[in-house]
C-alpha cells in the first residue's frame, strides 16, 4: 500500500523504514502428514523424497526444518498449494516461509507469538539465504490487517493498525482493484540492483526511496483522515517514481495497461511488489468501466477482501 523498498536492510539500518502493507484472502497452503514410510516427502512445483532434512533441495524448506529441529521426525510429507502464482508480486514467499513455520511449529506443539514468526521467516530468507529483499511480507503474513510497519536501524520493528473508520474501510475495499499483468518475474533479481546501490549510499537511490517513504506517511496520514482519492493520487506518484528506480521495473506493455486504466475510472494505482511483472492495483470510484476494459485488454482480475487474522493452523490433530 506504500513505503515498498524502504523494507530492505540495507535502507532502514540508515535511514528508518516505514510501510503500509495489507494482507488478502489470497493464501498459501501448508499441509504436513506423518507418513509410515521412514522419509520426508516435499510437494511444490516439483516433488522430493529424501532421508533427512539436509537433501532437500528447496532451501527455503530446508532451512525452516532446521531451525525448528524437525531432523528427528522422518515420517514427514509436506504438500504446499497456493491461490496465486510466485512472482506475481503479493508476496507468495515470504507468505510460504511464514505458513511453513506455522505448520512446522504446529507438529512439535510450539506456540510462537506472531512477531517471531515474522522474524524467524525474516531470518531464513534474509540471512540464512542471503536473499536481497524486505521483511514486510513475512510479518504482514504472520500478523494481518492493514499495517504499518516501521523498521528500525536496530533491527527492531514497530508494528501499528491502520486506523480506518468502518465507512473507509468499507470504500477501500470496495474500489481497489487488482487486475494480473500475465507477467511474472524473481523479486530477488531486481532487488539486488536497489540493495547494492543502497549499500554503496547511491545518491539517486537513497533521494528515491526517501520520497517513497514519505508517501507512504502521507498515505497513512490520508486514509485516516478518509481522504482516499487523495491517497489514490499519491499512489500514482509512488509509481511514478518507484518506475526510476530501476530498469526492469516496467515495460511497454505494462505502461500500456497503467495508462490504459488512468483513462478509463483509475484515480490512480501502481504495480505492486518488487515491480517488473504480476498484478496492477487501480483505485476507482467507477469499477464498472474499469473492469470491462481492462478484462477486454486481456487482464484477469483477481477479487479480494482483507484479511485481519493473519497465518492460521486450520485444523490441529
Known amino acids: 500500500m506504500g513505503g515498498g523498498g524502504t523494507d530492505l536492510p540495507s535502507y532502514y539500518r540508515e535511514h528508518t523504514g516505514f510501510v503500509i502493507s495489507a494482507a488478502i484472502n489470497k493464501y498459501v497452503y501448508i499441509t504436513l502428514h506423518e507418513t509410515f514410510g521412514q522419509r520426508i516427502i516435499v510437494k511444490y512445483s516439483k516433488m522430493e523424497e529424501v532421508q533427512t532434512p539436509g537433501e532437500i533441495r528447496h532451501p527455503i524448506v530446508r532451512e525452516a526444518l532446521n531451525l525448528v529441529g524437525i531432523d528427528s521426525h522422518p515420517h514427514l510429507e509436506i504438500t504446499s498449494m497456493s491461490d496465486i502464482p510466485a512472482g506475481t508480486g503479493l508476496g507468495s514467499s ?28 525474516c531470518h531464513i530468507e534474509l540471512e540464512l539465504l542471503g536473499e536481497p ?32 473508520s468502518t465507512e473507509t474501510l468499507s470504500t477501500l475495499e470496495d474500489n481497489l482493484i487488482l487486475f494480473f499483468t500475465g507477467f511474472t518475474r524473481n523479486a530477488s533479481e531486481l532487488l539486488k540492483d536497489q ?40 499512489m500514482h506518484q509512488h509509481w511514478e ?5 530501476s530498469q526492469g521495473m516496467t515495460n511497454s506493455q505494462i505502461d500500456a495497461y497503467y495508462e490504459l486504466g488512468r483513462a478509463n475510472g483509475a484515480l490512480g494505482g501502481k504495480l505492486i511488489g518488487a515491480g517488473g511483472g504480476g498484478f496492477l492495483m487501480f483505485y476507482t470510484e467507477d469499477k464498472t468501466r474499469l473492469r470491462h476494459v481492462m478484462t ?14 493473519g497465518s492460521q493452523v486450520i485444523v490441529q490433530s
Do not use: W
Open 296 to 309: 477486454r485488454a486481456g487482464l484477469r482480475e483477481v477479487r479480494f477482501r482483507f484479511d485481519f487474522a
Open 241 to 245: 517514481h518507484k518506475k526510476r528506480r
Open 133 to 164: 529483499i524486505g521483511k514486510q511480507d513475512q510479518y504482514i503474513a504472520a500478523i494481518g490487517g492493514i499495517t504499518c510497519f516501521t523498521f528500525q536501524p536496530q533491527g527492531a520493528v514497530d508494528i501499528e493498525p491502520l486506523r480506518l
Open 94 to 121: 515470504g507468505s510460504f516461509t511464514t505458513a511453513l513455520l506455522r505448520a512446522l511449529h504446529c507438529l512439535k506443539k510450539n506456540s510462537v507469538p506472531a512477531r517471531d514468526l515474522a522474524e524467524q521467516a
Open 195 to 234: 540493495d547494492t546501490r543502497s549499500k554503496q549510499k547511491d545518491a539517486e537511490m537513497l533521494d528515491n526511496l526517501h520520497f517513497i517513504k514519505q508517501i507512504a506517511l502521507d498515505s497513512k496520514a490520508a486514509m485516516e483522515s478518509g481522504d482516499l482519492r487523495r491517497f489514490a493520487e499519491l
